[in-house]
Antibody, heavy 122, light 110 residues
Framework: QVQLVQSGTEVKRPGASVKISCKTS????????MHWVRQAPGQGLEWMGK???????????RFAQKFQGRLTLTSDTSTNTVHMEMRSLTSDDTALYYC????????????WGQGTLVTVSS | QSALTQPASVSASPGQSIAISCTGT?????????VSWYQQHPDKVPRLIIY???NRPSGVSDRFSGTKSGNTASLIITGLEADDEADYYC??????????FGGGTKVTVL
């Protein structure tokens, strides 16, 4: 069965960076896009970016405009893992971060990681 | 890009039907049939209930359906049940090859 297992809770100071991993199994890693979505406490879902794990970065990566320049998405086909790194954290970045697998050919998300809580506090 | 516009809340009694709107622009909802809907119960991961405007994944009740007209998509839930009480989010592909979510709608079953 498809599984997306994310790394654990993070607590960061303002200005720091955070890197979250998402290890996948149960499907062809290079066959589906991977999205990153976050949800601040009590708030809605916010799309952050996506990448195609079969491509070595570059043109296959897209970010929401507000994250341009602050977000890096990478994939490791040897471990079927994707990573999300965000820099210059502020308290507004406190949220639950999800990796989410694209439903191939259906322009939607069919599987979600369990979420990684990132708390930014001084 | 701005979030798609959804009503903050919708409520109805068991057995009734409701519709949740999701309004965007010609660059997202109006320009593509790549609209999906997600259900999220408290402290749970979102669940896909509609994709490509009006398609249901396997296992999703046929009480859920979707439509689209112009820049507005809608999720219809018929025969409302207690377990339908949740937050609902629409999402759309955007012309910039990005995605956007709606602000979410809280459905209350009275």
């Amino acid at each position: 069965q498809v599984q997306l297992v994310q790394s654990g809770t993070e607590v960061k100071r303002p200005g720091a960076s955070v890197k979250i991993s998402c290890k996948t199994s149960g499907y062809t890693f290079t066959g589906s896009l991977m999205h990153w979505v976050r949800q601040a406490p009590g708030q809605g879902l916010e799309w952050m970016g996506k990448l195609n794990p079969s491509h070595d970065g570059g043109t296959s990566i897209r970010f929401a405009q507000k994250f341009q320049g602050r977000l890096t998405l990478t994939s490791d086909t040897s471990t079927n893992t994707v990573h999300m790194e965000m820099r210059s954290l502020t308290s507004d970045d406190t949220a639950l971060y999800y990796c989410a697998k694209d439903k191939h050919g259906a322009w939607s998300i069919d599987y979600w990681g369990q979420g990684t809580l990132v708390t930014v506090s001084s | 890009q701005s979030a798609l516009t959804q009503p903050a809340s919708v409520s109805a009694s068991p057995g009734q039907s409701i519709a949740i709107s999701c309004t965007g622009t010609s660059s997202d909802v109006g320009g593509y049939n790549h609209v999906s809907w997600y259900q999220q119960h408290p402290d749970k991961v979102p669940r896909l209930i509609i994709y490509e405007v009006n398609n249901r994944p396997s296992g999703v009740s046929d009480r859920f359906s979707g439509t689209k007209s112009g820049n507005t998509a809608s999720l219809i839930i018929t025969g409302l049940e207690a377990d339908d009480e949740a937050d609902y989010y629409c999402s759309s592909f955007v012309s910039s090859d990005t995605w956007v979510f709606g602000g979410g709608t809280k459905v209350t079953v009275l």
